[in-house]
Protein backbone atom coordinates (compact mmCIF):
# COMPACT_ATOMS: atom_id res chain seq x y z
CA UNK A 1 0.00 0.00 0.00
CA UNK A 2 0.74 3.72 -0.29
CA UNK A 3 0.87 4.50 3.52
CA UNK A 4 3.32 6.26 5.74
CA UNK A 5 6.01 3.60 6.34
CA UNK A 6 8.15 3.33 9.81
CA UNK A 7 12.18 1.25 10.05
CA UNK A 8 12.83 -0.63 12.32
CA UNK A 9 9.23 -2.05 13.32
CA UNK A 10 11.16 -3.06 16.54
CA UNK A 11 14.75 -1.38 17.97
CA UNK A 12 16.50 -2.80 21.16
CA UNK A 13 19.67 -0.88 21.95
CA UNK A 14 21.87 -0.64 24.58
CA UNK A 15 21.07 2.76 27.36
CA UNK A 16 24.01 5.39 25.94
CA UNK A 17 23.89 4.19 22.41
CA UNK A 18 22.66 6.07 19.72
CA UNK A 19 19.51 4.92 17.47
CA UNK A 20 18.11 6.15 14.23
CA UNK A 21 14.44 5.97 13.42
CA UNK A 22 13.23 6.29 9.93
CA UNK A 23 9.72 7.94 8.21
CA UNK A 24 8.19 7.27 4.68
CA UNK A 25 5.75 9.78 4.57
CA UNK A 26 2.55 9.30 2.11
CA UNK A 27 3.84 10.77 -1.71
CA UNK A 28 2.48 14.09 -1.57
CA UNK A 29 2.18 14.65 1.87
CA UNK A 30 3.69 18.17 2.99
CA UNK A 31 3.31 17.78 6.45
CA UNK A 32 4.57 15.34 8.85
CA UNK A 33 4.85 14.36 12.55
CA UNK A 34 6.45 12.75 15.49
CA UNK A 35 4.92 11.54 18.04
CA UNK A 36 6.15 9.46 21.29
CA UNK A 37 3.70 6.88 23.17
CA UNK A 38 4.80 5.07 26.36
CA UNK A 39 3.31 2.14 27.63
CA UNK A 40 -0.65 2.67 27.96
CA UNK A 41 -0.17 6.22 28.03
CA UNK A 42 -1.64 8.71 25.25
CA UNK A 43 0.49 10.55 22.22
CA UNK A 44 3.23 12.88 23.26
CA UNK A 45 4.01 15.22 20.09
CA UNK A 46 7.72 15.66 19.31
CA UNK A 47 8.24 17.55 16.12
CA UNK A 48 6.11 18.91 12.75
CA UNK A 49 7.72 19.23 9.05
CA UNK A 50 5.64 21.60 7.22
CA UNK A 51 7.17 21.77 3.30
CA UNK A 52 10.22 24.22 3.45
CA UNK A 53 9.68 25.91 6.30
CA UNK A 54 11.74 25.84 9.84
CA UNK A 55 10.38 22.58 11.85
CA UNK A 56 8.41 23.20 14.88
CA UNK A 57 10.72 21.35 17.88
CA UNK A 58 8.67 22.56 20.42
CA UNK A 59 7.84 18.92 21.71
CA UNK A 60 11.57 17.62 21.90
CA UNK A 61 11.97 16.45 25.06
CA UNK A 62 15.52 17.13 25.58
CA UNK A 63 18.84 18.11 22.77
CA UNK A 64 19.36 14.19 22.77
CA UNK A 65 16.79 14.13 20.10
CA UNK A 66 17.12 15.49 16.51
CA UNK A 67 14.72 15.44 13.66
CA UNK A 68 15.51 15.94 9.99
CA UNK A 69 13.43 15.58 6.77
CA UNK A 70 15.47 14.98 3.53
CA UNK A 71 13.92 16.41 0.29
CA UNK A 72 10.29 17.35 1.92
CA UNK A 73 9.89 13.55 2.10
CA UNK A 74 11.91 10.93 4.56
CA UNK A 75 12.08 12.21 7.88
CA UNK A 76 14.88 10.55 10.21
CA UNK A 77 14.50 11.03 14.22
CA UNK A 78 17.97 10.32 16.19
CA UNK A 79 18.05 9.84 19.64
CA UNK A 80 22.16 10.10 21.52
CA UNK A 81 22.68 8.27 24.43
CA UNK A 82 19.51 6.72 24.95
CA UNK A 83 18.33 6.51 28.64
CA UNK A 84 16.22 3.99 29.82
CA UNK A 85 13.17 6.28 29.77
CA UNK A 86 13.17 6.87 25.85
CA UNK A 87 11.29 3.36 25.92
CA UNK A 88 8.66 3.57 23.63
CA UNK A 89 6.26 3.22 20.59
CA UNK A 90 7.76 6.30 18.19
CA UNK A 91 4.68 7.68 15.43
CA UNK A 92 5.21 8.66 12.66
CA UNK A 93 2.62 10.43 10.66
CA UNK A 94 2.14 12.94 7.28
CA UNK A 95 -0.56 14.99 6.11
CA UNK A 96 -1.56 17.23 3.35
CA UNK A 97 -0.79 20.12 5.54
CA UNK A 98 -2.82 23.40 4.84
CA UNK A 99 -2.02 24.73 8.48
CA UNK A 100 -0.84 23.39 11.63
CA UNK A 101 -2.32 20.13 12.10
CA UNK A 102 -6.17 20.69 10.51
CA UNK A 103 -5.74 18.01 8.56
CA UNK A 104 -6.58 14.09 9.33
CA UNK A 105 -2.94 12.47 9.94
CA UNK A 106 -1.97 9.34 8.78
CA UNK A 107 -0.06 7.03 10.67
CA UNK A 108 2.59 4.36 10.48
CA UNK A 109 2.76 1.11 12.58
CA UNK A 110 5.23 2.80 14.60
CA UNK A 111 8.71 2.12 16.31
CA UNK A 112 8.98 0.10 19.31
CA UNK A 113 12.39 1.17 21.18
CA UNK A 114 12.96 -0.64 24.01
CA UNK A 115 16.29 0.43 25.96
CA UNK A 116 18.32 -1.81 28.05
CA UNK B 1 -2.26 26.77 25.04
CA UNK B 2 -4.89 23.96 23.78
CA UNK B 3 -6.11 21.19 25.70
CA UNK B 4 -8.02 18.05 24.86
CA UNK B 5 -9.81 16.23 28.33
CA UNK B 6 -11.13 12.41 28.04
CA UNK B 7 -12.26 12.06 31.44
CA UNK B 8 -12.71 8.53 30.85
CA UNK B 9 -9.79 5.95 31.17
CA UNK B 10 -11.46 2.80 30.68
CA UNK B 11 -15.03 1.62 29.50
CA UNK B 12 -16.31 -1.62 29.17
CA UNK B 13 -19.78 -2.55 27.52
CA UNK B 14 -21.29 -5.68 26.68
CA UNK B 15 -21.46 -6.39 23.03
CA UNK B 16 -24.75 -4.52 21.53
CA UNK B 17 -24.62 -1.94 24.43
CA UNK B 18 -24.77 1.88 23.11
CA UNK B 19 -21.73 3.92 24.74
CA UNK B 20 -20.92 7.25 24.20
CA UNK B 21 -16.84 8.93 24.55
CA UNK B 22 -16.71 11.86 26.04
CA UNK B 23 -14.11 14.67 25.05
CA UNK B 24 -13.63 18.44 25.94
CA UNK B 25 -11.09 20.87 24.35
CA UNK B 26 -9.70 23.95 25.95
CA UNK B 27 -8.80 26.98 23.56
CA UNK B 28 -8.74 30.64 23.03
CA UNK B 29 -9.25 29.99 19.41
CA UNK B 30 -12.45 30.83 17.77
CA UNK B 31 -12.21 28.25 15.40
CA UNK B 32 -10.53 25.26 15.11
CA UNK B 33 -10.54 21.28 13.85
CA UNK B 34 -11.04 18.46 16.06
CA UNK B 35 -10.76 14.84 15.40
CA UNK B 36 -11.24 11.35 16.47
CA UNK B 37 -8.65 8.35 15.96
CA UNK B 38 -9.16 4.65 16.92
CA UNK B 39 -6.14 2.60 18.11
CA UNK B 40 -7.04 -1.63 17.96
CA UNK B 41 -4.81 -3.47 19.58
CA UNK B 42 -2.68 -4.31 16.61
CA UNK B 43 -1.26 -0.47 17.49
CA UNK B 44 -2.01 1.71 14.19
CA UNK B 45 -3.88 4.83 14.86
CA UNK B 46 -7.00 5.06 12.41
CA UNK B 47 -8.53 8.69 11.41
CA UNK B 48 -12.32 8.64 12.37
CA UNK B 49 -13.83 11.80 11.75
CA UNK B 50 -12.43 15.82 11.47
CA UNK B 51 -15.04 18.59 12.38
CA UNK B 52 -14.80 22.41 12.34
CA UNK B 53 -16.02 24.46 15.01
CA UNK B 54 -18.38 26.19 12.60
CA UNK B 55 -20.66 23.03 12.10
CA UNK B 56 -22.47 21.86 15.16
CA UNK B 57 -24.68 18.98 12.96
CA UNK B 58 -24.31 16.14 14.74
CA UNK B 59 -22.53 13.20 12.35
CA UNK B 60 -23.73 9.81 11.61
CA UNK B 61 -21.62 7.05 9.51
CA UNK B 62 -22.97 3.79 10.21
CA UNK B 63 -23.14 2.35 14.21
CA UNK B 64 -21.21 5.71 14.75
CA UNK B 65 -22.35 9.31 15.74
CA UNK B 66 -20.31 12.46 16.93
CA UNK B 67 -22.30 15.30 18.81
CA UNK B 68 -20.47 18.66 18.92
CA UNK B 69 -21.50 21.58 21.32
CA UNK B 70 -19.16 24.87 20.99
CA UNK B 71 -20.84 25.95 24.19
CA UNK B 72 -19.52 23.44 26.04
CA UNK B 73 -16.41 22.51 23.79
CA UNK B 74 -17.67 18.98 24.26
CA UNK B 75 -17.10 16.22 20.89
CA UNK B 76 -19.09 13.50 22.23
CA UNK B 77 -18.52 10.23 20.23
CA UNK B 78 -21.49 7.63 20.94
CA UNK B 79 -21.01 3.70 19.19
CA UNK B 80 -24.38 2.34 18.88
CA UNK B 81 -25.14 -1.73 19.23
CA UNK B 82 -21.05 -2.04 19.69
CA UNK B 83 -19.44 -4.87 18.87
CA UNK B 84 -16.35 -6.70 20.04
CA UNK B 85 -14.42 -5.24 16.99
CA UNK B 86 -14.98 -2.13 18.83
CA UNK B 87 -12.28 -2.48 21.35
CA UNK B 88 -9.42 -0.17 21.28
CA UNK B 89 -8.05 2.79 22.62
CA UNK B 90 -10.05 6.10 20.97
CA UNK B 91 -8.09 9.57 20.86
CA UNK B 92 -9.87 12.63 20.65
CA UNK B 93 -7.47 15.59 19.08
CA UNK B 94 -7.42 19.04 18.39
CA UNK B 95 -4.78 20.91 16.23
CA UNK B 96 -1.60 21.87 17.00
CA UNK B 97 -0.74 18.33 17.71
CA UNK B 98 -3.10 18.07 21.00
CA UNK B 99 -4.23 14.99 21.47
CA UNK B 100 -6.09 13.51 24.85
CA UNK B 101 -4.95 10.92 27.39
CA UNK B 102 -7.31 8.49 25.06
CA UNK B 103 -10.49 6.28 26.15
CA UNK B 104 -9.96 1.97 26.31
CA UNK B 105 -13.10 0.61 24.85
CA UNK B 106 -13.33 -2.99 25.68
CA UNK B 107 -16.38 -4.84 24.22
CA UNK B 108 -17.14 -7.79 25.77
CA UNK B 109 -19.26 -10.89 23.72
Known amino acids: GAGVSQSPSNKVTEKGKDVELRCDPI?????LYWYRQSLGQGLEFLIYFQGNSAPDKSGLPSDRFSAERTGGSVSTLTIQRTQQEDSAVYLC??????????????FGDGTRLSIL | AQKVTQAQTEISVVEKEDVTLDCVYE???????LFWYKQPPSGELVFLIRRNSFDEQNEISGRYSWNFQKSTSSFNFTITASQVVDSAVYFC??????FGPGTRLSVLP
Open chain 1, 93 to 106: ASSPEQGRGNQPQH
Open chain 2, 93 to 98: GGQNFV
Open chain 1, 27 to 31: SGHTA
Open chain 2, 27 to 33: TRDTTYY
